[in-house]
Each structure stands twice: as C-alpha cells, then as structure tokens.
C-alpha cells in the first residue's frame, strides 16, 4: 500500500458524553475514506474535547440556569433560537414560553423525567454556549493545535470539523495562519456548520483572508433538513469566495441528519481526494 501524504484530522462537534465513550465515533468516515481508495494507507487523528467542558456542564445542569453561561443579548438570541429550532424539530415542548423564564428555570427542571433528547439538546447548546463565552475557547482550541503540532514535517493536514468542530476549526485556521510560511492546513471540509449564525468573518485580519481565499480548499457539507443546519449554506452568510458549498441528504429524519454526516460517502470522497493530493 501506499502512504497518503496528507492526515486527516477529525474535530468533533457538540458532545454529549465523555472522551472514552465517544472514542472512535469518526470510524465510519474513516472507513469511507478508505474505502475510496483501497490501495492507500490513510492516517487520521480524531480529536475530542468533551472531557474539557463535561464537569461544568453538569453542574450547570444540576444547579444552573441558562442565564448563568450567558454572558451577552447576542449569544442569549443564539441560545433562543437553538432552543427553538432542535426542541421544534424533535416536536419537544419548551417548559416555559418566555426567554427570561426558560432561561432562568434550572435545567435540571427542563431534563427531568429522563428525557434523554432534551438532555442532549441542552448539552448540545451548553457546548456552544460555554465555547462562544469565551473561558473554554483556549482550551478546547488546543486539542486541534496538538493534533496539527503532530504533524510536524509532514505535508499540511487535511481539517475536518463537524457541527461545532467546524468553528473551532475555523478558530484554529484563522489563530495559526498568522506568521507561518505555509498555511496549517492544506483542506478544510466543514459540515453541519454554524459558522454562519456564530459570525466567524472570513475577511479579518487580511492576511488570513488571503490564506483561506488563494491557499486553503474548503467546501462545505449541510443538509436542508439537518435541524442545527438551518443557517446553511455559508455563501449566503459572507463565506462566497472563500468555500464551496454543497447539499447532501444523510438521513431521511431531521434529527439524524446531524450525526450522519460522520457516515456518508460525499464527504467521505472529498476527504479522500484531498488526502491524496500532491504538493
């Protein structure tokens, strides 16, 4: 077999359960990597970072309300409209109907019963929240800087960032392109992004616009149906110029759509063919 030249690093989105269980969730993609070009020995890494957040999270949910990780309108007009939209999606009632009600319920009162898909859905939501609040950003943005430190003498890797895995990705592109004599990254596939309703700017600085525009092959990956998608595609968000946007249908049901872009054969192409690719 031969070597691909280039990694493929995984970067996950929101999670919902630890590190060691989540473990080899990106195989299937993986697999479909392979399975595109037998003959070649792919390397990938997968990047978790659940275990950075975890512990805060469940306190929150135990004692918390929202409003406690809120700590500006714009991410609580962020947190409303993801309420809305995954708790309207899974035909899930909001226990309040008023923001400033719902946000200031403890969570733990929202989850109760054992509703594992509000759970979820408010674990999803805190990932962003304790993310976009800025204390975690360091953090969890540094689980993907080791992953691209491990490639070190290699040829640049190839970035794949799911859900919220595609701003931190993004985040990480935009910190290491500066003062580097190439760009850490060869490809950049996104897929499920909120990159557009998080407003990442593409333009800023100008050096980074001009890596990510000239240097950097990003497309894009989002379901119509896909219930956190909804502000797909990015082109319509300030992204023309700078990526590729492109439809796909992962699953017939709109909550599923979500999780299986890690199971679907486009993406598992394009990452391929990136993978393979020369200098």
């Known amino acids: 077999m031969i070597d691909a030249p280039r990694t493929v690093i995984f970067v996950h989105g929101v999670q919902w359960e630890r590190n060691a269980i989540l473990k080899g969730y990106s195989t299937p993609l993986a697999d479909g ?10 390397r990938f890494k997968e990047v978790l970072w659940s275990d950075v957040v975890e512990g805060t ?5 135990q004692a918390g309300t929202l409003i406690s990780v ?25 226990a309040e109907s008023g923001k400033e009600a719902l946000f ?60 919220l895995g595609s701003v931190i990705a993004f985040d990480v592109v935009k910190r290491k392109a500066s003062g580097l004599k190439r760009p850490p990254v060869f490809g950049l596939v996104t897929a499920g992004s909120p990159l557009g309703v998080l ?52 699953s ?11 199971d679907n054969s486009e993406i598992a192409r394009e990452l391929a063919d990136l993978a393979t690719t020369g200098e």
Not at 132 to 161: H, M, N, W, Y
């Open 199 to 250: 407003k990442r700017s593409p333009t800023s600085p100008k050096s980074f616009s001009d890596v990510l525009k000239k240097k950097i092959d990003w497309m894009n990956f989002y379901d119509a149906d896909d219930f956190l998608a909804f502000w797909n595609p990015l082109r319509k968000f300030g992204y023309a110029g700078y990526v590729r946007d492109h439809t796909i249908n992962p």
């Open 57 to 61: 999270e469940r306190a929150i949910i």
């Open 33 to 42: 990597i392979q399975r595109q070009a037998p003959s070649t020995r792919f």
């Open 104 to 163: 200031t319920k403890k969570i733990s009162e929202q989850v109760a019963g054992g509703d594992d898909l509000k759970a979820k859905a408010f674990s999803a939501i805190l990932d962003i929240l304790l993310y976009e609040s800025g204390a975690f950003k360091t953090p969890i943005q540094q689980t993907v800087i080791d992953a691209l430190d491990g490639c070190r003498g290699e040829a640049a890797p190839v970035l794949f960032g799911h859900s």
């Open 252 to 262: 017939e049901i709109p909550f599923y759509s979500h999780i299986k872009y890690w």
């Open 70 to 94: 809120i700590d500006s309108p714009t991410l609580k007009e962020v947190a409303w409209r993801l309420l809305q939209q995954m708790f309207g999606r899974m035909h899930l009632p909001l």
